[in-house]
Each structure stands twice: as C-alpha cells, then as structure tokens.
C-alpha cells in the first residue's frame, strides 16, 4: 500500500499485497525519462501505433509479432525500454517485464502505457501530449481531416457545474424517437431512422465534425447534425421533421409534394445532397472510388468493378465505378438469367439454406456478380481485335464501403407493367462477402465460390437496419427494423417505436 497508513492497521497476507496509484500518478514513470526519452517514444508511436504512412503500416503489420508465440492479436504490447512485443492476453509481455524488471509497455492498438508494477494502465501529462501530436500527424498523412473532440475551457466549466452523467445501460432507449408522419411521408421517416442509427454517421455529427461553409438555414448537413442532437437528447415525444422536409423538397426538387415517393430513391437523394454539402475540397486524394474525403463517401462509397471480355482475343477491359448502394434483381421480375444453377457451395453461404425454396441475399448476389453473355445485338469495339466483337460482362467488388447498402428491386416498371415483387428473400444477421469481391475472382470455380476462413477478414457485415414496405404500388406504407445495441431490435413505424425479435426481422419483407 502507498501512504502514511501504520503498519498495524493491515492485516493481509504478504502474497496478496495491492499496489494503490497515488493520486499523483504513476511514480514509476520517472525512471523511463532520461536522455532522449520524448524521441524514442515519438519513434515508437509512428512507426507501431498509429503508423500514418502507407510503409509504416506494412512494417507495423509485418513486425508486429509476439516474440514469445509469434501472435498477431492477443491484445499486442511493446516494451518502452528495449525491442520486445509481448502478447497481453498470454501475459507473454508480463513474463518479459518481470524478468527484465522493464515496468512500462504501450498497447499497439490504442497507444495506452502500462505500469506492471502498479498493474494498470497510467496517465502522465507528458506522454499523452506525445501520443496526440503523433496521432494528429498520423490523421493529416491519411487524409484524415477529422480530429478527436477536446473540451473547451468553457465547456470545462459547464462539465463542473453539472457534474450529472446520462448512464448508457442496455435497457438504454436513448436514440429511439418516432417521427411524426408529415403526408405520405414515411418514405423519409423510414431512411432518416436507418441513418440515425448508423455507427459512424452518428459519432461524426454527435462529436461536432461538421464545420458549415454554406447558410445554415439551407444545408442539409446541418440539418442532421440538429436531428441526431434531437434522436440523442432523451426526449420520449415524436420529432416532428418538417425542417427536413423542406430542404429535401428545396435541394431535391423531384421529391417535392405529398406523394407517395420511393424509401431507396430518398435515400441515394439524401446521400448526394449530404455529399455536395459537406464535400472536401482539400484536394487531398481520399481512399474511395469517389476520391472525396466528406463523411458520407468515407462511410458509403464502395467502388465496384467492371470486367468485359473479348470472345475471340479474351483481352479483358476494366473500369471501376464507385456506388453508394447495390441494386439486386429478384426472381419472377422479367430480368433474365433466373433461377439460379442449383447445387455449389452458395446454397448456404452466410448460414442461409434454401428450405422451402427461399431465395437468399446470396443467390442475388451470386446472380449479380456473374458472367453475362452481352449477345450479338449489344458487340463493343475490342482494342485487341480492332472490330467488334461479342462480349461476356463481370460485375465484382473491387472496394466494399464501411456501410452496405442492399436495395431488393421489388419495384418493376415496364411500358407495359407496373407491380410490385413480393418474392420472399431471406437474409442474415452476419454477410461475408469476400466471395463476391474481384480478388476472389480467380479462385471461383464454375460459379463454386469458396468461402474465406481468414481471421483477418474485413469482408463481414453485421446487419443494423433492415427497410420495409408493406401494401401496393399505389397504396403502401414503408417501416424500418433498427438495432439499437448488439442484440436490442424495435419497429419505427412513424411515430410509433415498439421491441422486436430478431425473428420479427428476419421474416420480414425486406
């Protein structure tokens, strides 16, 4: 124990003595500064912490090993005082610290020291200093114009006086909050619930990011900066979005009126008025197929590839589009290539089977990502044959987005058809698509795909909001499932937000 307590008083046993920090800090820290103490440190959190470079992120991936167990994960630390990476979870960093008598050691994920012999991670003023200005350079080397939130001082001051904390429990219901259906306007409500709840939007817009270049009263960023605000204050009563509705109508004129409008076109609407109003123009190249650092290309933008080959000569031409959403054809649309081959290993990729003959996320996406014979009616001009030539045409993902966006084409309209497609498509709580990706592309086998067991798959998506729509092309109404914690569904049907199951999701239309 540290302090001026007497020795009497305690009665432990002296294989259980517990190391108290002093309110001071971690006093071990002292003997880690000497020399060019502010230099290594800096050293170590370039090059195998935050690692903003292109060249020090593969050194960081390729060095970064435990040298007890050669394991990447295990919740990697370094040794402050010599070369050494020691996986936390195998306490093979413990062992090295003990034995060496090196107390310090900085976790490679989240840049946090730890004391061995106070057994906790500590802070110091000094260091942390350290960790933000190279985090910051960090950010600036990866185009990231984004900086962690920091009090003011004035905000300081108001965090004292009201020293009252919301508590996030899982019963929580923080975040949920109908919205008042305006005419016909459940097409909106139904997007807006979805976007509220996605992870990444609403830290950027909780944490202040958006930094306004136009009027406020007419910026749609703005906009939903305030709405997330609204979502997350706790009020229990209906938000009424007419302000929103105004500037949908204003910045996307073919949405105005009272209509009934459709929930995926309001949605690619909201995306490309949100992107014209917080672009980037920086002018620093950004990593997606849209090459704009703003909020939504970051979250939404994926790049998908084209690949068109020559029957004759084979040569492929290849181009890549970026897309903030996918369109999947579904069977008994008068789209061609329906069904599917049955057998393959597609069957029941994802954890989806075909009982009862259910189509699956998967069979449309298999249906999207294959080879398509363009015909004779539709020959392109081969830069290998210098003619024109029949062509077969490939569609894979050459970049997935943070975020994916699966729009079911339940809608079909035709000169001579209008209707709505009610085929029931089940989908999955989990999605790997590293099949459908043009790096898979070779390892595909007659429309076999194979299914990834790489630990380091970043290929998965976890679902989180799920769109439906019920009734007619004339008479309908649209509803969204969202997942409000890890396990935690519910219902928003306008105004009305009721506990769901994940069967309730599950069956649904979608």
Same mark, same amino acid.
């Given at each position: 124990?540290?302090?001026?307590?007497?020795?009497?008083?305690?009665?432990?046993?002296?294989?259980?003595?517990?190391?108290?920090?002093?309110?001071?800090?971690?006093?071990?820290?002292?003997?880690?500064?000497?020399? *060019?103490?502010? =230099?290594?440190?800096?050293?170590?959190?370039?090059?195998?912490?935050?690692?903003?470079?292109?060249?020090?992120?593969?050194?960081?991936?390729?060095?970064?090993?435990?040298?007890?167990?050669?394991?990447?994960? *295990?919740?990697?630390?370094?040794?402050?005082?010599?070369?050494?990476?020691?996986?936390?979870?195998?306490?093979?960093?413990?062992?090295?610290?003990?034995?060496?008598?090196?107390?310090?050691?900085?976790?490679?994920?989240?840049?946090?020291?730890?004391?061995?012999?106070?057994?906790?991670? @500590?802070?110091?003023?000094?260091?942390? =200093?350290?960790?933000?200005?190279?985090? #910051?350079?960090?950010?600036?080397?990866?185009?990231?114009?984004?900086?962690?939130?920091?009090?003011?001082?004035?905000?300081?001051?108001?965090?004292?006086?009201?020293?009252?904390?919301?508590?996030?429990?899982?019963?929580?219901? @923080?975040?949920?909050?109908?919205?008042?259906?305006?005419?016909?306007?459940?097409?909106?409500?139904?997007?807006?619930?979805?976007?509220?709840?996605?992870?990444?939007?609403?830290?950027?817009?909780?944490?202040?990011?958006?930094?306004?270049?136009?009027?406020?009263?007419?910026?749609?960023?703005?906009?939903?900066? =305030?709405?997330?605000?609204?979502?997350?204050?706790?009020? #229990?009563?209906?938000?009424?979005?007419?302000?929103?509705?105004?500037?949908?109508?204003?910045?996307?004129?073919?949405?105005?009126?009272?209509? =009934?409008?459709?929930?995926?076109?309001?949605?690619?609407?909201?995306?490309?008025?949100?992107? #014209?109003?917080?672009?980037?123009?920086?002018?620093?190249?950004?990593?997606?197929?849209?090459?704009? *650092?703003?909020?939504?290309?970051?979250?939404?933008?994926?790049?998908?590839?084209?690949?068109?080959?020559?029957?004759?000569?084979?040569?492929?031409?290849?181009?890549?589009?970026?897309?903030?959403?996918?369109?999947?054809?579904?069977?008994?649309?008068?789209?061609?290539?329906?069904?599917?081959?049955?057998?393959?290993?597609?069957?029941?990729?994802?954890?989806?089977?075909?009982?009862?003959?259910?189509?699956?996320?998967?069979?449309?996406?298999?249906?999207?990502?294959?080879?398509?014979?363009?015909?004779?009616?539709?020959?392109?001009?081969?830069?290998?044959?210098?003619?024109?030539?029949?062509?077969?045409?490939?569609?894979?993902?050459?970049?997935?987005?943070?975020?994916?966006?699966?729009?079911?084409?339940?809608?079909?309209?035709?000169?001579?058809?209008?209707?709505?497609?009610?085929?029931?498509?089940?989908?999955?709580?989990?999605?790997?698509?590293?099949?459908?990706?043009?790096?898979?592309?070779?390892?595909?086998?007659?429309?076999?795909?194979?299914?990834?067991?790489?630990?380091?798959?970043?290929?998965?998506?976890?679902?989180?909001?799920?769109? *439906?729509?019920?009734?007619?092309?004339?008479?309908?109404?649209?509803?969204?499932?969202?997942?409000?914690?890890?396990?935690?569904?519910?219902?928003?049907?306008?105004?009305?937000?009721?506990?769901?199951?994940?069967?309730?999701?599950?069956?649904?239309?979608?």
């Amino acid at each position: 124990w540290r302090g001026s307590m007497h020795a009497s008083s305690l009665k432990i046993h002296k294989t259980n003595v517990v190391t108290v920090m002093s309110p001071a800090g971690c006093p071990h820290v002292n003997g880690f500064k000497v020399d *060019n103490w502010k =230099q290594n440190l800096r050293v170590i959190y370039q090059c195998f912490v935050w690692s903003g470079s292109v060249e020090t992120r593969k050194r960081k991936a390729k060095s970064c090993v435990c040298h007890m167990c050669g394991a990447h994960l *295990n919740r990697l630390h370094s040794c402050l005082y010599c070369v050494f990476f020691g996986c936390f979870a195998k306490k093979h960093i413990h062992e090295h610290a003990k034995n060496k008598r090196h107390n310090l050691a900085i976790d490679l994920l989240y840049g946090g020291i730890y004391c061995f012999v106070c057994q906790d991670y @500590i802070y110091d003023k000094d260091m942390e =200093q350290i960790a933000k200005e190279e985090q #910051r350079k960090a950010w600036k080397l990866q185009g990231e114009k984004y900086s962690t939130w920091e009090p003011t001082k004035r905000e300081l001051e108001l965090l004292r006086h009201n020293p009252k904390r919301r508590k996030m429990t899982t019963n929580c219901t @923080i975040g949920l909050r109908g919205l008042i259906n305006l005419g016909n306007t459940c097409f909106m409500n139904c997007i807006v619930q979805a976007l509220t709840h996605t992870p990444l939007l609403r830290d950027f817009f909780l944490s202040d990011r958006h930094k306004c270049e136009m009027q406020s009263n007419s910026c749609l960023v703005c906009e939903m900066s =305030q709405l997330f605000q609204e979502f997350y204050s706790g009020h #229990r009563s209906p938000h009424i979005p007419f302000r929103l509705l105004h500037l949908v109508w204003t910045h996307a004129r073919h949405l105005a009126g009272y209509e =009934q409008q459709d929930a995926h076109e309001f949605l690619i609407a909201a995306l490309d008025v949100l992107h #014209r109003h917080c672009k980037d123009d920086n002018g620093k190249k950004a990593n997606n197929p849209n090459n704009c *650092n703003c909020i939504i290309d970051q979250i939404f933008t994926g790049g998908l590839q084209s690949d068109v080959t020559c029957q004759v000569c084979h040569g492929v031409s290849t181009t890549i589009d970026p897309f903030w959403d996918i369109s999947l054809d579904l069977p008994g649309s008068s789209t061609p290539f329906w069904p599917l081959s049955p057998g393959g290993d597609g069957s029941t990729l994802n954890g989806e089977s075909h009982l009862s003959g259910a189509t699956t996320l998967t069979d449309c996406l298999r249906r999207f990502t294959r080879p398509e014979h363009l015909g004779s009616g539709a020959k392109i001009k081969c830069s290998g044959c210098h003619s024109y030539q029949e062509s077969t045409k490939q569609l894979t993902m050459k970049k997935l987005p943070i975020v994916a966006c699966f729009h079911l084409k339940r809608f079909e309209h035709s000169a001579k058809l209008r209707r709505k497609i009610i085929t029931y498509v089940s989908f999955p709580l989990e999605l790997d698509m590293t099949p459908f990706m043009a790096s898979s592309k070779e390892n595909r086998m007659n429309g076999q795909y194979q299914q990834s067991v790489d630990v380091f798959n970043d290929n998965k998506y976890s679902l989180f909001a799920v769109v *439906n729509h019920q009734g007619t092309l004339e008479s309908g109404h649209y509803t969204t499932f969202i997942r409000q914690h890890m396990d935690q569904w519910f219902k928003c049907d306008d105004a009305i937000i009721t506990k769901a199951s994940n069967k309730d999701v599950l069956d649904s239309e979608g």
